[in-house]
């Protein structure tokens, strides 16, 4: 078991959509703000969006009003909308609980990620 899994990356052109899951164990899950994290080819991990515990999100400018993060408690997963996907948000995108609304990782147990790819 890992504290977190992530899933539902895969191939998709430009303009595409994909939702991403993760599912969480080992927490109690409803307490935390939880964040999505992505990392592209030769370039540093960065915090893309996060949710709070009652729901209230903040956003990557670089994403804003194409990505929605969202939550199911009882099911202890954060989900990820991605749609008018661009070549640049390729990248293993991977959820984790930020220290704030906004900041980074606490959890050192990083799950494996799951790949996006856009492209035509």
């Known amino acids: 078991q890992v504290p977190v899994v992530e899933s539902g990356g895969g191939l998709v052109q430009p303009g595409g959509s994909l939702r991403l899951s993760c599912a969480a164990s080992?927490?109690?899950?409803?307490?935390?703000?939880m964040g999505w994290y992505r990392q592209a080819p030769g370039k540093e991990r960065e915090l893309v969006a996060t949710?709070?515990?009652?729901?209230?999100?903040n956003y990557a400018d670089s994403v804003k009003g194409r990505f929605t993060i969202s939550r199911d408690n009882p099911k202890k997963t954060v989900y990820l909308q991605m749609n008018s996907l661009k070549t640049e948000d390729t990248a293993v995108y991977y959820c984790?609980?930020?220290?704030?609304?906004?900041?980074?990782?606490?959890?050192?147990?990083w799950g494996k990620g799951t790949l996006v790819t856009v492209s035509s």
């Open positions: 984790n609980r930020p220290s704030t609304t906004w900041g980074t990782a606490t959890m050192d147990d």
């Open positions: 080992g927490m109690i899950f409803g307490l935390y703000t």
């Open positions: 949710i709070t515990s009652i729901g209230h999100t």
